[in-house]
């Protein structure tokens, strides 16, 4: 049988995570070496409408209609079924696959999105550009999120470092050197709505100082543009460490995160980070292409379930 086929990679925040929801820039980068794949198998011969999930890692194979209207999945499908103007999808299974960690920042819900949207995009012979592709995706990343910025969603549909903006038009990164970067990962999942719906009530009861906050990482997003651009890898990791005591101000971390990031620091990284929205899910450490096992181990020893190297390559940022 003939399927078609379409995957997604994960993502990192660089940088400007929780300040770009009160429109400050963040910058997220595509992280290839992670991805979501989803697979469409025909059935022509199968009942209208009989659409089996298939999700072998969690051992789930159900038919659509059984799933609860609740569960994400059903619910992201039939925003879809609306969108693409049909009553019911044509029989087939739907096979997904994902080697991105889940509520831990690297971008799952995103990535299953775009991979899904492009499948069925196929699938039906509807053709979306990627405009359509990233508006769609943000839909979806609402049944996720709640109230997000659409940061992660437009890093994984156009799969190139951006400088975003809510509401603004995409500004792509061009990158002049590769950047390695290790993730650790606490083990900890944390829901992206708890922690944003926390710094929004802290920001209503502590509106100075939030903004100030805000405002301070919004600078140190820019200045990390400005030294990617020139490939100023040690100018960068300087600005993630401070970016880091910021989100700690923000009351996104936790003891687990913080001892990642000290011990990337002390194993030589140029700079760390929580990445995504806290309390939990990664961290991530800027290093040098030498230093990516002795970080690893370091990150290991000091408590990560896993490590992953990404390598974000120049060409995802020309243009
Ligand atoms: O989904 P995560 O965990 O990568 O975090 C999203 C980043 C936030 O800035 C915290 C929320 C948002 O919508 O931008």
Redesign the pocket.
């Known amino acids: 049988m003939t399927a078609i086929s379409r995957s997604a990679s994960g993502?990192l925040?660089l940088c400007?995570?929780?300040?770009?929801?009160y429109n400050r820039p963040?910058i997220a980068v595509p992280v290839d070496q992670i991805a979501t794949s989803v697979k469409i198998f025909a059935k022509p011969l199968a009942e209208k409408g009989l659409v089996t999930i298939l999700i072998p890692q969690i051992g789930m194979e159900s038919n659509l209609k059984n799933l609860p209207d609740s569960q994400p999945l059903k619910h992201s499908l039939a925003i879809l079924q609306d969108y693409f103007k049909i009553n019911h999808f044509p029989a087939c299974d739907i096979r997904i696959s994902s080697t991105i960690p889940i509520?831990?920042?690297?971008?799952s819900?995103?990535s299953l999105s775009v991979a899904l949207i492009r499948a069925l995009s196929e699938f039906l012979g509807q053709k979306m550009d990627n405009e359509e592709i990233n508006r769609v995706a943000f839909d979806l990343?609402k049944i996720?999120?709640g109230?997000?910025?659409?940061?992660?969603n437009t890093v994984i549909t156009y799969a190139r470092p951006v400088y975003f903006i809510r509401g603004e038009e995409i500004e792509f990164i061009p990158l002049v050197k590769p950047l390695d970067i290790v993730i650790g990962c606490t083990g900890i999942r944390?829901s992206?709505a708890q922690?944003?719906a926390g710094?929004r009530e802290r920001w209503i009861n502590q509106r100075l100082k939030y903004d100030e906050i805000f405002s301070n990482v919004g600078k140190i997003t820019t200045q990390i543009r400005e030294s990617l651009r020139q490939g100023k890898i040690s100018d960068i990791g300087l600005l993630l460490t401070q970016n880091h005591k910021l989100l700690q101000e923000m009351e996104?971390s936790c003891d687990e995160l913080d001892e990642l990031v000290e011990a990337a620091m002390s194993a030589g990284a140029f700079g760390a980070k929580l990445?995504?929205?806290?309390r939990g899910?990664n961290m991530l450490a800027l290093v040098d292409a030498s230093a990516v096992e002795q970080v690893k181990d370091a990150l290991t020893q000091a408590g990560a379930v896993s490590t992953i190297h990404a390598i974000i390559q120049p060409s995802k940022g020309v243009g």
């Open positions: 993502k925040i400007g995570e929780h300040a770009v929801v963040a509520s831990s920042g690297l971008g819900s995103a990343e996720h999120h109230n997000p910025s659409g940061i992660d944390a992206t922690a944003v710094v996104v990445t995504g929205s806290g899910g």
